[in-house]
């Protein structure tokens, strides 16, 4: 290419909004450790089961169900 940069794809890369973490139903491991403020080790190893109540399997990616592991969370003295 010529170094054209087109205008539009520009402007939707800096409009493009981020949903917060705390409405989004699915959170991916690395924004479930931001959010929950614990380590992606730790968190992979509570959702290790595959039958674990809190995780959704899409493929082999899993996605943290936020409600469920947050009453999870809050149940718990520690981890």
């Not at 290790?48 to 109540?53: A, F, Q, R, T």
Request: charged share 30%.
């Amino acid at each position: 290419m010529n170094g054209y940069v087109n205008k539009n794809e520009e402007r939707n890369k800096t409009m493009k909004k981020e949903t917060p973490l705390a409405t989004k139903a699915f959170l991916t491991l690395e924004e479930a450790a931001e959010y929950f403020n614990i380590g992606i080790k730790k968190i992979r190893a509570l959702t290790n089961d595959e039958h674990c109540p809190y995780v959704l399997w899409n493929g082999t990616k899993r996605l943290i169900k936020r409600k469920s592991f947050e009453d999870f969370l809050n149940s718990q003295y520690s981890i």
